[in-house]
């Protein structure tokens, strides 16, 4: 059973850096062929895809985000990090990281495993 946690500030100031960790058990982040995803979820609002690392590394994010994302892994912790920088309010949302087997990232009947959400407020 893969298991997905993720952990980080629930507080960050506006223009700061937010950076949150997915922690992955029972299962390697290095296993073909999956794709290791950032979601969203802002207040009141749907489901919004940000980006993701492959198991090859290759990554893949959502244009209007690119600019300000970027995903990184760290296999020996079995851990993959979202940086989302110059955070605003609208940045505030639960977040979330889950384990695909497509590029379709904005499908979400093609994810099979989410962690619970961290809910990350961008405020002063």
């Known amino acids: 059973q893969v298991q997905l946690q993720e952990s980080g500030p629930g507080l960050v100031k506006p223009s700061q850096t937010l950076s949150l960790t997915c922690t992955v058990s029972g299962g390697s982040i290095t296993t073909n062929y999956y794709y290791w995803s950032w979601i969203r979820q802002p207040p009141g609002k749907g489901l919004e895809w940000m980006g993701a690392?492959?198991?090859?590394?290759?990554?893949y994010y959502n244009p209007s985000l690119k600019s300000r994302t970027s995903i990184s892994r760290d296999t020996s912790k079995n851990q993959f990090t979202l940086q989302l920088t110059s955070v605003t309010p609208e940045d505030t949302a639960v977040y979330y990281c889950?384990?695909?087997?497509?590029?379709?990232?904005?499908?979400?009947?093609?994810?099979?495993?989410w962690g619970q959400g961290t809910q990350v407020t961008v405020s002063s």
């Open positions: 690392i492959a198991y090859s590394a290759n990554t």
């Open positions: 889950a384990r695909g087997w497509s590029l379709n990232f904005g499908s979400w009947s093609e994810y099979d495993y």
